[in-house]
């Protein structure tokens, strides 16, 4: 007997990036789906391929794809199946694969400012001009179909959006109520936590997004649905939800009380306090510990531990009271 779990199955790929391999997801409904699309490699290729032949299906049977978000692993072979009209995803998504270029200013001077504000000396500003190297691992398309909160997926009504913005600023995640079963992306990993990372607004009058914030929000936002299965973009398929989202918060909680210590002696740059929480790795991942340490800068913030001023264009954190 054929049972809901047998319309999704698992492709898995490998990456050039330190997470290792990365899943896609064949979706069987009216259309025939793939849920993410790897990253531009020939490797990723030939193993997405070879596991569609494995079940009965080449490139040109895909009549879809409908993306997590826009990382360069997740969309890199969006552009590789002829068949596909339909390319589904955040409307924040659609700068990033159709390579807006006035975007791409506006990312790299957010970054500039960032940066400048938080103290990061002058010897990684090269690093500012190699912000759109990860931009060869991932292909260019059009997108046909965006999908916000509460969507019902085209071709799989079943599956529902779930916006869940931290990782990615247009991150989704996709629910099927019947058997409980969550596309994750990034959202939600079994082995590793997820990095909220820092991103620009997307429109000039916005905020910057505060991403650790937006993170545990969405985390919490999952915890009244029903969810059995998880289906990740990495990492092994895995169930007891609530545990895992409860140690994920709890363990953010930790970092931010020995992030707040750190200001026992005064005030502190977000640079100082990343020296200081990651002195093997703010040189050679600056962009990944800045987003961490940053981010439970605003959460601690948030909760009103915390408090900023700007002196001389750098903002300075100090104990609230
Ligand atoms: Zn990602």
């Not at 809901?4 to 896609?24: C, F, N, R, S, W």
Request: hydrophobic residues 35%; aromatic residues 10%.
């Amino acid at each position: 007997m054929k049972t809901l779990k047998d319309t999704i199955t698992q492709i898995t790929m490998p990456t050039p990036y330190a997470v290792g391999d990365v899943h896609t997801y064949l979706l069987k409904g009216d259309r025939l789906t793939l849920v993410d699309a790897g990253v531009r490699t020939e490797d990723a290729w030939k193993a997405l391929v070879e596991q569609l032949n494995h079940i009965g299906y080449h490139p040109e049977d895909i009549e879809q794809v409908i993306l997590t978000h826009h990382h360069p692993d997740h969309m890199g072979l969006v552009d590789r199946f002829p068949r596909v009209e339909t390319i589904a995803g955040h409307p924040k998504l659609k700068p990033w694969l159709e390579r807006d270029d006035r975007f791409f200013e506006q990312y790299e001077a957010f970054f500039k400012w960032m940066y400048k504000e938080a103290g990061v000396p002058e010897r990684f500003d090269s690093l500012l001009k190699g912000l759109k190297k990860p931009l060869k691992w991932t292909a260019e398309g059009k997108m046909t179909h965006l999908l916000e909160e509460g969507d019902a997926l085209p071709g799989h009504e079943e599956w529902r959006v779930i916006e869940t913005p931290g990782h990615a600023q247009n991150h989704l995640s996709f629910f099927r109520k019947e058997d409980g079963a969550l596309i994750g992306g990034d959202h939600l990993l079994a082995h590793i936590s997820s990095n909220p990372l820092l991103e620009p607004a997307y429109s000039p009058n916005e905020e910057r997004p505060k991403p650790l914030l937006q993170y545990r929000d969405s985390m919490e936002k999952l915890l009244p649905l029903d969810i059995d299965t998880v289906y990740p973009g990495h990492g092994k398929v895995f169930g007891d939800v609530h545990a895992l989202i409860q140690t994920r918060l709890k363990k953010q909680e930790q970092r931010a009380g020995k992030v707040y210590q750190m200001f026992k002696d005064g005030p502190l740059r977000a640079y100082d306090v990343c020296e200081r929480l990651f002195p093997k790795h703010v040189e050679s991942q600056l962009g990944l510990t800045m987003s961490e340490t940053v981010g439970q800068l605003d959460y601690l913030e948030s909760i009103n531990r915390l408090k900023t001023s700007i002196i001389e264009g750098e903002k300075f954190y100090e104990m609230n009271g």
